[in-house]
Every structure is written in C-alpha cells, then in structure tokens.
C-alpha cells in the first residue's frame, strides 16, 4: 500500500478505501455509494429542492456555496489556479489538474479504456464513460 501514517485508527480506516475501493456508506434515495458518511451528507443536496445560496450578481440560487463560488468566476472572470510550467492560469483547480495532465504530462490522470482521453479525476472518467457505454455507473 502506502507509507501515510494517521492519528487516529479511523482517519486510517477511512484512507485505507482510497485503495480497497471500498464504499459502504449509501444514499438512501438514489442508492449511489460512497466512502464516508460525510460524503453521503453532501451529495444528499442534489436531491433537495432547497437552494439558499444566492449570487449577488446575477440572484442564480444555488444548493451550496462551493457551488455559488465556482459561479462567481464566471461574472469576475478571476483565475486564481495558475501553471507552474506555462502562462496559463484557470478559475478551478480540476480544470488546471487536466491542463497539466494533458499540456505538461502529469503522471496523475486517468486514461478512457475507449478513447485514451485522459481524466483528472475517477468521477469526470465515469461521467465520460457514458459517452462510450450509454450507461450511467453506480
């Protein structure tokens, strides 16, 4: 496995998933999977209606700040990730991550099996699976 040490046997317990896979926190609703119970809590807003976060610019509510943030640089056009290796700079960190996967040939991506494109992160390679299988994974 790895070499991180933790505090506390829990916080080792809850890492040690980042490599057996293991999910065994579900959402009651979709019965998508996941790793914590904390991850459950959050992805339990997608189904709520509630959305009381408001963007001052435009008045778009929106189900968490995380989410109200993001938005915000759409109206600032602030870019705050920058490139180590280039000029370029980006407004998320995910979006500078595959530019140095794909610019720079970063060791951190992931490869589509179909396509070789490659992906940043295991939730953005699922959501372009589908392109290939038509199915959305759980």
Known sequence: MCQKSFRTPSKLERHFRVHTGERPFKCEICQLRFKSQYEVIRHSKVHSSLRPFVCLFCETPFKSVNDLNRHIFSHTKEKPCFC?????????????????????GSKHGKKCKYCAK???ADGLLKVHMRVHTGKKTV
């Not at 370029?88 to 720079?104: G, I, P, T």
């Open 84 to 104: 180590s290796k280039c000029p370029a700079s980006f407004s998320r960190h995910v979006d500078l991550n595959q530019h140095e996967v794909v610019k720079h």
């Open 118 to 120: 490659i992906f940043v």
